[in-house]
């Protein structure tokens, strides 16, 4: 019999934080109109304290609370394939590995942050959160996090999404969370288009500021974010630590790791404790390898700069890779890779040339879906599906120089909710844009 499961062993007790570890220090993000670094206290307006100090913290080892290692165990740890059925199908020497994050029950690697945060807003006296969410993915993360923690969970979900995509907004709503469609006649934000229009398609941008809007104005209530922001990559770091400890007991170590870049945090997860051992010169030939899409190219193409995290100009300016705030990318399948700009840990080890990255077209991707879906049996994200198309690349090029390579990728979440974009490729209608 074939082993293609790894050893599954305990989950980790502290996350990593790679601050500290970072040749130079981060740029701090400044505030728009004195251009001075933003204090902690303005954060505290709309995140409570513990993921403020978390944010700026450069303690290298944080412990994760016993509260949410009790949640995380429902599904964690996490199982890590060898996906030998692909490899064959390839025929490739290399040897190729995933770590399966599709197992939790939304569905994603999302909620490994989502039960953190509802965990220290719940600490904090907070009695509500506040999100926005494109195609329902951090939305129902939240959602099934704060129910845990008798958190009243409000998703302000894009109107396109919530009309064109129920299901998610009926996990959503399964899980307590009340969704609203945005732009919506509660914020000033919203109001201001949906009075002109109650059935506008709305935008990430102005669901984010109904949001933000909607924190900073009630008491009871804070704005929780699922990606880019450095607390959410410490949360995501016990992906990385399990994956690590997996492959040792197996007695592997990766030459190549890899994960689909929207925001940066399922990417950090998994790539973060393999590469600070990098940063420590352990492992100088280790390849980290981020994915995004053609359609939204923030590391390939984009410029390294101050912008703001939000469309509409409310956050602070962020020194990232960004394609411009104003950026509208075009409506690829893989949602969640629609962001113009990247997470600030992620750009700064980009920048620094520790991290390398490749840009790759819906098409290409949905067919490297296809064959793992075919080999290995998951039907995956189409966001998983970039890294699953760079793994294969790497692997086919083991194949042409004999290399016995060990190629790490993330499998960020599956396909299921997304059966309507699988059919447009099984179909031939998919296009490129
Ligand atoms: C949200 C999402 C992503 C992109 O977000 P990151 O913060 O870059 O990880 C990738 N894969 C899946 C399955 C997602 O839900």
């Given at each position: 019999m074939r082993k293609f499961l790894l050893p599954e062993g305990e989950i980790p007790r502290k996350w990593l934080n790679i601050a500290p570890l970072l040749p130079e220090p981060l740029e701090p993000p400044l505030d728009?109109?004195?251009?001075e670094p933003v204090s902690p206290e303005k954060l505290l307006v709309i995140f409570p304290e513990p993921l403020v100090m978390q944010e700026v913290s450069d303690q290298e080892w944080i412990d994760i609370p016993e509260e949410v290692l009790d949640i995380l165990s429902l599904w964690r740890p996490t199982p890590l394939h060898r996906a030998k059925n692909l490899e064959e199908f390839l025929g490739t020497p290399a040897k190729i590995f995933y770590k399966n994050e599709s197992v939790s029950p939304p569905g994603?690697?999302?909620?490994?942050t989502a039960v953190a945060q509802a965990y220290y807003n719940k600490i904090s006296g907070v009695k509500r959160l506040t999100t926005e969410t494109g195609a329902g993915q951090w939305g129902s993360a939240l959602s099934f996090a704060t129910q845990f923690f008798g958190i009243e969970c409000r998703v302000y979900m894009v109107r396109v999404s919530y009309n064109q995509k129920p299901y998610r907004r009926v996990l959503m709503e399964t899980w307590k969370g009340e969704v609203i469609p945005s732009p919506?006649?509660?914020?000033n934000a919203g109001k201001q288009f949906y009075e002109k229009d109650p059935e506008h398609p709305g935008s990430l941008g102005i669901a984010i500021s109904e949001a933000i809007e909607e924190a900073a104005t009630r008491d009871d209530t804070k704005y929780s974010l699922g990606s880019v922001l450095n607390h959410v990559l410490l949360h995501q770091t016990v992906i990385g630590l399990e994956a690590k400890r997996q492959m040792e007991e197996a007695g592997f170590y990766p030459d190549v790791v890899i994960g689909a870049v929207g925001g940066g945090s399922n990417f950090a997860g998994l790539s973060f404790p393999f590469l600070a051992d990098k940063l420590r010169g352990d492992k100088p030939n280790l390849k980290v390898l981020a994915v995004e899409p053609q359609a939204c190219p923030?590391?390939?193409?984009?410029?390294?700069r101050y912008d703001f995290g939000d469309t509409v100009g409310l956050t602070p300016l962020i020194k990232m890779y960004t394609l411009g705030h104003d950026f509208v990318p075009p409506?690829?399948?893989?949602?969640?890779?629609?962001?113009?700009g990247d997470a600030p840990l992620v750009c700064k080890l980009y920048d620094l040339g520790y991290i390398d990255a490749v840009a790759y077209k819906q098409t290409e991707v949905f067919e490297a879906a296809v064959t793992f879906a075919r080999t290995e049996g998951i039907i995956p994200a189409p966001e998983s599906s970039h890294a699953i198309k760079a793994a294969i690349d790497e692997a086919i090029r083991c194949k042409e120089t004999g290399e016995e390579k060990v190629i790490l990728f993330n499998l960020?979440?599956?396909?299921y909710f997304d059966l309507s974009a699988y059919d447009k490729y099984l179909r031939g209608e998919l296009e490129d844009s």
């Open positions: 728009p109109e004195t251009k994603s690697h999302k909620p490994n919506s006649p509660y914020t923030t590391l390939t193409k984009g410029e390294y409506p690829i399948h893989a949602g969640g890779l629609r962001y113009h960020s979440g599956h396909g």
